[in-house]
């Protein structure tokens, strides 16, 4: 009885490596080929992890009921890992004037989307105001990681004739790369702010003041010193190994990695946000010597090893789904994710732009509508599930489950169509906002 359970276990097993080899496969193979087509190689990743789990193979769908643990880590270090690659990415210094469409962005329209789905999670779906909240703030953030197709490059080498001035002055997909690079750590106070009213009661004079104090003042700020400082020393150290070889640049490319969890890692024990740090550090290591060609090797690292992970966690999504993730969804909770792609952002993110002069009205609708969820919406919620009880456990992961899976499809299709749509209307030179704007 023991040797055929155990027989079994190494079955589930060996054929789950064969779902990965298939999807690390298809990574390698068809991933360059997406961008001509309007696909995108997340929907092959959840597809295949659905159906390798919805067929009749004996595999046992991942829950992430059963294994919060699991979800939560898994999910938390395919966020990390893509912040280090976007911040490796942007070429601009942070400032009032040159970042006031990611401002905007940030400020007015993630706020109205929380605030948007907390209400009608409350009033649409019946969720108690806590678990609202919560769901608003799992569902606030843009994928850093599902974004590729509408975010910048990837750092240029050191030679600056090579820098292509389009590509460079693109503000569009600028504002959407910062965008998904600092709303993926704005999403924590709010998360916790449904943590405290589920433990201390919906009363504001329950939790406001710690919630301002401890969860938005002291752990941005920590989150801010200690990504300056980290990335500047790890900076120091990264960018003086040598590259001239494949082996030294392979080398290099792991200092990735090593950062992107120092970073994370002693954020998180001195109390700060730990997402943002990655990302500030990432800039810091970026604008340590601008055009450094080692820039290229930890970028590299740090993309290939999210692709990696969001390939794992979509597959595990797929299957979940394939379980019954989505057992508990309601047509108002779909009807809630559809809102959310086709209204609540675009709308929120329309409000936000207005009167902008750094994007055209037509790079504002678009950036508005590809606020794309993904894998920190997974995180979130997972971490909000495993630190607080929350009665809607299965409706919440519905819910989201359904918003990300919706995305995934309605963005990954529309991304490269209107992406080469518009850049067949970018003039040779676009213009530029005048400094005194």
Request: charge should be negative.
């Amino acid at each position: 009885m023991e040797l055929t359970a155990t027989l079994e276990i190494f079955a589930d097993y060996n054929l789950t490596l064969v779902v990965i080899g298939l999807g690390v496969l298809a990574l390698a193979v068809l991933l360059h080929h997406f961008s001509d087509y309007p696909f995108s190689f997340p929907i092959v990743a959840l597809a295949l992890g659905y159906l390798a789990f919805a067929l009749p193979l004996g595999l046992k769908p991942p829950d992430p009921h059963e294994h919060g643990a699991l979800a939560v880590h898994l999910t938390e270090l395919g966020v990390i890992i893509s912040l280090m690659g976007v911040g490796l990415k942007i070429d601009r210094m942070p400032s009032l004037r040159t970042w006031s469409s990611t401002w905007r962005l940030l400020a007015i329209c993630m706020p109205l989307t929380i605030a948007g789905v907390a209400f009608l999670g409350w009033w649409m779906i019946g969720l108690t105001p806590a678990a609202a909240v919560l769901l608003g703030a799992a569902l606030a953030p843009t994928d850093p990681v599902l974004a590729a197709d509408v975010q910048v490059g990837e750092p240029e080498g050191s030679n600056e004739e090579d820098i292509h001035p389009k590509k460079k002055e693109d503000e569009l997909r600028f504002t959407l790369t910062s965008e998904a690079g600092l709303n993926d750590s704005l999403a924590f106070p709010f998360t916790y702010l449904a943590l405290l009213m589920v433990a201390e009661g919906t009363a504001p004079s329950n939790w406001i003041g710690e919630w301002l104090l401890i969860d938005v003042v002291y752990k941005l700020a920590m989150a801010l010193v200690a990504g300056l400082a980290l990335g500047w020393l790890l900076a120091r150290i990264l960018l003086r190994l040598p590259i001239e070889t494949e082996p030294q640049r392979m080398k290099a490319g792991v200092g990735a990695l090593a950062g992107t969890l120092l970073l994370y890692g002693i954020t998180e024990v001195l109390g700060g946000y730990g997402f943002l740090a990655v990302f500030i550090g990432a800039m810091t290591i970026k604008h340590y010597e601008q055009t450094h060609q080692a820039h290229k090797s930890l970028h590299t690292f740090a993309e290939q090893s999210e692709q990696l992970l969001m390939l794992g966690i979509l597959i595990a999504l797929g299957a979940a789904i394939a379980g019954g993730l989505l057992a508990s969804l309601t047509w108002e909770a779909a009807l809630l994710g559809i809102l959310l792609v086709f209204v609540l952002r675009p709308l929120a993110g329309m409000i936000s732009m207005f009167g902008s002069t750094w994007l055209p009205l037509r790079d504002r609708a678009i950036a508005s509508f590809f606020g794309i969820r993904g894998i920190g919406c997974l995180f979130y919620l997972a971490y909000g599930l495993h630190e607080g009880e929350f009665m809607e456990a299965e409706l919440l992961w519905s819910t989201c489950a359904f918003a990300v899976v919706l995305s995934v499809f309605v963005h990954g299709v529309a991304a490269s169509p209107v992406m080469k749509f518009r850049e067949r209307r970018i003039p040779p030179h676009p213009r530029q906002p005048s400094s005194n704007c």
